[in-house]
């Protein structure tokens, strides 16, 4: 099939240019002005919008069992909701119980991710240490096409890598030529203030902020940070929400240490006045970790992607409904922890960044797909509009508008936190692997249509060598 995308100006992450795009099966094969179409061949008409690459969402937990529960969207819904917003590709998490193996816990997610609507691919968890896990990385790595590794510094009791584990982990990573990532909050001084305000009798949600402050996630990001720079490996600090932690991340880049940052759409726009809201449920619906923090951090995070200290954007969407939210309706520590955003992301970012001068186009594309296609080795059959990469494309509208809601969502959360929120820009179509899965509201969405997408380790050339 061909699909012939006319009249439009690609954006990609150096430049900006009218040309039209034509797809044949699953990739780009012409990027040029007048094309002519062939018989046959499906044409939009892209006059006056921009032709984009398809966005990556480097965050995801579909149909994840986590806290006494699973979240609400499983890979297919959460990836049709993903192409409706424009995101073609999601990064999800195998993440094993500790004693699991790793080997079985890819395979078991494997088969859930089977149902994706959209191209998906795995970040793996490394929740303990041992010699069969030294030897599940590097299965992982030759022969599943991971390559990057994630480490929960919080989660204490339940998923929680200590400093052993990080170490062990991280040099193993070097070896293989993976990225270590990590989710940093220091999980014991949570579980303390936890407990602490436990005591005192502050139960409901507006005790989740409180027991994560800013300080505890930068504890564990310096710490991070400086145990990738004694072992020489790279480090990704995944949902970057403070300006202390944007700070670590800063000093050790001009240092000229590797270290990547992600941003959340929803940390860039919502504070945490959420969590003093009247109302317990909606308080409820907004826990996530770390938390939404007040004002101040937002316009940090805003600065540190302009300034090239934060470098993806992501939204660990990672959804649960009302019912699950109020299994910790006594208890904030019970409270499933988590909120959507797969499918707001890109407009969310687009009108909060590009409408107000902060990202110029091509910086928005930076962030929302080029930077996590570099950085995780995908890059450049993802993250571009050019001959032979994917047919992952987003028609974008930069005038048109939409009020985002929970009442015309494709997520099965039935909460949106960026509920009620107008913004101009948005996706008129998306085509995804060559096929138009989106088209001016009508998401055409096909179980198993998703591939799972390989990403080699890199080497010591920066990226995999001729074999
Ligand atoms: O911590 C994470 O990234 C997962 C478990 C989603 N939940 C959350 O609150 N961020
Ligand atoms: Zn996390
Ligand atoms: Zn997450």
Same mark, same amino acid.
Not at 187 to 211: C, N, W, Y
Not at 393 to 402: E, H, N, S, Y
Not at 429 to 455: F, Q, S
């Given at each position: ?95 094993? *119980? ?127 940070? *400086? ?241």
């Amino acid at each position: 099939m061909t699909t012939l995308i006319k009249g439009g100006t690609v954006v990609n992450a150096d430049r900006a240019f009218r040309a039209d795009v034509m797809c044949f099966g699953d990739k780009i094969i012409a990027v040029g002005e007048n094309l002519e179409a062939p018989p046959h061949a499906i044409i939009i008409d892209a006059t006056g919008q921009y032709v984009m690459p398809g966005g990556i969402d480097t965050h995801t937990h579909m149909q994840l069992p986590f806290m006494g529960t699973v979240t609400s969207d499983d890979f297919f819904t959460g990836t049709a909701a993903g192409l409706a917003g424009g995101t073609t590709t999601i990064m999800d998490f195998v993440i094993p *119980a500790p004693q699991q193996s790793l080997l079985e816990a890819y395979h078991t997610w494997r088969g859930w991710a089977a149902k994706s609507a959209g191209d998906y691919t795995f970040h793996v968890a490394v929740t303990w240490w041992s010699d069969q896990v030294h030897a599940d990385m590097g299965t992982l790595v030759r022969d599943h096409g991971v390559n990057s590794f994630k480490h929960f510094m919080a989660y204490k009791n339940a998923i929680m890598a200590d400093d052993e584990t990080l170490v062990h982990s991280f040099k193993r990573s070097l070896e293989l030529g993976a990225i270590p990532t990590v989710h940093a909050e220091n999980g014991e001084l949570v579980f303390q203030l936890q407990k602490d305000l436990l005591a005192r009798g502050i139960t409901g949600a507006q005790a989740h902020p409180m027991s994560r402050p800013p300080e505890v996630e930068a504890e564990a990001a310096n710490r991070a940070i *400086a145990i990738a720079n004694v072992l020489g490996t790279p480090v990704y600090i995944v949902h970057v929400s403070c300006e202390e932690s944007l700070d670590a991340i800063a000093r050790a880049r001009a240092k000229g240490q590797r270290v990547y940052g992600e941003a959340l759409a929803g940390h860039l726009v919502i504070d945490d006045s959420v969590y003093t809201n009247p109302d317990p449920a909606y308080a409820r619906a907004h826990v996530m970790s770390p938390p939404f923090r007040s004002k101040h951090h937002q316009a940090a995070l805003w600065h540190g992607l302009q300034a090239g200290n934060l470098h993806t954007t992501a939204t660990d969407h990672c959804t649960f409904c009302a019912d699950q939210k109020s299994m910790g309706e006594n208890d904030f520590t019970r409270i499933p922890n988590g909120c959507g955003g797969v499918e707001e992301r890109m407009a969310v970012i687009w009108d909060a960044g590009v409408n107000t001068g902060l990202l110029t186009p091509s910086e928005f594309v930076k962030v929302t797909s080029t930077n996590a296609a570099q950085i995780f080795n995908m890059y450049p059959r993802k993250g571009l509009i050019a001959v032979g990469a994917d047919a992952d494309i987003v028609v974008w509208d930069p005038a048109g508008t939409k009020t985002l809601s929970a009442a015309t969502q494709h997520s099965k959360g039935g909460f949106n936190v960026f509920e009620g929120r107008t913004v101009k820009g948005i996706p008129s179509y998306t085509v995804a692997a060559g096929k138009v899965v989106y088209d001016n509201g009508d998401l055409r969405a096909e179980a198993g249509a998703g591939r799972h997408i390989d990403r080699p380790a890199f080497t010591s050339t920066g990226h995999k060598e001729a074999a």
